[in-house]
């Protein structure tokens, strides 16, 4: 199991003209090759008039389902930089299809290759990404006069609050990396003396949006 990765923050696309071709980018999240395909069916079929419809997606943990398609534009020139953007930007899980409405200007192989690229990376750029990161939650039962001073260690650490509920005492339920659970328990104890309960809850991946 993975303790992070990098994908879309959402499904979408996005529309570029290069040289009176236009070039739109449909980029979707994806759990296994059945999806990718149906995408990929359903892109065509929405514009089964277009010259080109070139498709590429990244699926599984390590990447181990690659591939790539140039629909009809001369061989490596489409699918292929395509993928090597979702590569770069070690983007997991996602299918991407580029639908081409030729204008009349021929790109050439150069051209083309710049141009698939482009329409990817662009399209990444305006959807944007996310980074999920393994985390545990973990409940910290304190005294309240103890809540101040948490909050304020928390909100300047690595750990993240997801809520605080108030009871005869304060429970605070934070979100903490597989990896640093350890050294939250030894935070926890330090800032409050050693005067909390603590109880974990599910592991899962929570996600959080990343600058390009």
């Not at 070139?54 to 398609?69: K, P």
């Not at 991407?96 to 662009?122: D, E, M, P, W």
């Not at 809540?147 to 650490?157: A, F, I, M, Y």
Request: proline share 2%.
């Amino acid at each position: 199991m993975l303790k992070k990765y990098r994908t879309i923050e959402k499904d979408g696309q996005y529309e570029l003209d290069i040289k009176k071709s236009r070039f739109i980018c449909h980029v979707k999240r994806v759990d296994n090759e059945d999806e990718a395909l149906e995408f990929i069916a359903a892109v065509k079929k929405e514009h089964g008039k277009a010259n080109h419809n070139c498709s590429a997606y990244m699926i599984g943990d390590h990447d181990e389902i690659q591939r790539a398609h140039d629909d009809g534009e001369p061989s490596g020139t489409a699918g292929v930089p395509m993928l090597e953007v979702l590569k770069k930007k070690e983007l997991k899980n996602v299918a991407v299809v580029v639908t081409r409405y030729f204008g009349g200007v021929k790109l050439g192989a150069g051209g083309l290759i710049r141009a698939y690229g482009n329409a990817v990376s662009k399209t990444v750029e305006e959807i944007g990404l996310v980074e999920g990161n393994l985390q545990i939650e973990i409940q910290a039962t304190i005294e309240y006069p103890l809540l101040g001073k948490v909050e304020n260690q928390l909100r300047g650490s690595t750990y993240t609050i997801k809520e605080i509920l108030y009871t005869d005492k304060v429970t605070v339920i934070c979100l903490v990396n597989e990896e640093e659970k350890e050294n939250f328990y030894a935070d926890m104890i330090e800032w409050v003396s050693d005067q909390v309960v603590f109880q974990e809850g599910p592991t899962s991946y929570y996600e959080s949006k990343i600058s390009l």
